[in-house]
């Protein structure tokens, strides 16, 4: 079974900053792109920022320039480095990777992890 496991959510202040972790595991033998996602009460999930495998990013108008994708790749880890935080970032934040993987029966080339994380909270006040 492949399990991402997302950390280092917390509570800070409005300017504030968090690092976020993004481990995986599993039957994985390749990964292309890796998304970070939030989810806020009573909206939609929305992409954050995303890495390739060759390193490109792209980033959300709303955080570019205050969050940083990185990835880690001989660990399989991704971290969100999010600075000057807002309370309009506050929300469950997600990985995602897509690339080739087995689960169960079956194996996947460039999909998206069928699963989810648990996500971590992340609570910015003003």
């Known amino acids: 079974q492949v399990q991402l496991v997302e950390s280092g959510g917390g509570s800070v202040q409005a300017g504030g900053s968090l690092k976020l972790s993004c481990a995986a595991s599993g039957r994985i033998f390749r990964i292309n792109t890796v998304g970070w996602f939030r989810q806020a009460p009573g909206k939609q999930r929305e992409l954050v920022a995303t890495v390739e495998s060759g390193g490109s990013t792209t980033y959300a108008d709303s955080v570019k320039g205050r969050f940083t994708i990185s990835k880690e790749n001989a660990k399989n880890t991704w971290y969100l480095q999010m600075n000057s935080l807002k309370p309009e970032d506050t929300a469950v934040y997600y990985c995602?990777?897509?690339?080739?993987?087995?689960?169960?029966?079956?194996?996947?080339?460039?999909?998206?992890?069928?699963?989810w994380g648990q996500g971590t909270q992340v609570t910015v006040s003003s």
């Open positions: 995602n990777p897509d690339g080739n993987y087995c689960e169960g029966y079956g194996c996947y080339v460039k999909v998206p992890f069928r699963s």
